[in-house]
């Protein structure tokens, strides 16, 4: 069965530094979604992303982030200068066009220290 | 208005047991209510969805109850076992925009 695919899986970098979370979503999937979930709270939303640009971002998506399609397949989310609070799990997300069923990949857990 | 209140945030069932979680929204434009289970370390996966044309959908053992009216809607599972313990998310959504609203989730424990 086609999955949502993230690396790395765990990514720990030092406050001030660009992190780069990478996701391979299902392929011939048309929209792509990230989210993340702060350990031990409810997943949020952050970001979509359509027909390479942005659909909708969420208050949380300021303007340290970014995200890029840079080929077919990868679907990139940047945080260009890591704070301690977005110590999170990074959840990369993607839907096709026949479907409303949102496919998750496993998550890249970030820490910053 | 966009916020998705889940309950309770815990729950323990004995094995068999039957499970309930409840959710309420705000936004009456959502009309996709799907439910995600989360196991520690994985992402969410799709458990179950309904829209808000009918009040039941049942999958095996699962069940989704909605109330359009009360703007409520609820996750059954029926003879629990221990492999469902996990975390429970409900949410809700636009269906053009995808963008999916969770609840705070529900930590469930089913006990042997």
């Known amino acids: 069965e086609p999955e949502v695919t993230q690396t790395p899986s765990h990514q720990v970098t030092q406050m001030g530094q660009e992190v780069i979370l990478r996701c391979v979503p299902i392929s011939n999937h048309l929209y792509f979604y990230w989210y993340r979930q702060i350990l031990g709270q409810k997943v949020e939303f952050l970001v979509s992303f359509y027909n390479n640009e942005i659909s909708e971002k969420s208050e949380i998506f300021d303007d340290q982030f970014s995200v890029e399609r840079p080929d077919g397949s990868n679907f990139t989310l940047k945080i260009r200068s890591t704070k301690l609070e977005d110590s999170a799990m990074y959840f990369c997300a993607s839907i096709g066009a026949s479907t409303d069923t949102q496919y998750f990949g496993p998550g890249t857990r970030l820490t910053v220290l | 208005q966009q916020q998705v209140k889940q309950s309770p945030q815990s729950l323990i069932v004995q094995k068999g047991g039957i499970s309930i979680i409840n959710c309420a929204y705000e936004n009456t434009a959502f009309d996709y209510f799907p439910w995600y289970q989360q196991f520690p370390g994985k992402g969410p996966a799709l458990l179950i969805a309904i829209r808000p044309d009918v009040s039941e959908k049942k999958e095996g053992r699962f069940t989704i109850s909605f109330n359009k009216s009360a703007k409520q809607f609820s996750l059954h599972i029926m003879d629990s076992q221990p492999g469902d313990s996990a975390t429970y998310f409900c949410?809700?959504?636009?269906?053009?925009?995808?963008?999916?609203?969770f609840g705070q989730g529900t930590t469930l424990q089913v006990k042997p």
């Open positions: 949410a809700a959504s636009k269906f053009n925009t995808g963008k999916l609203i």
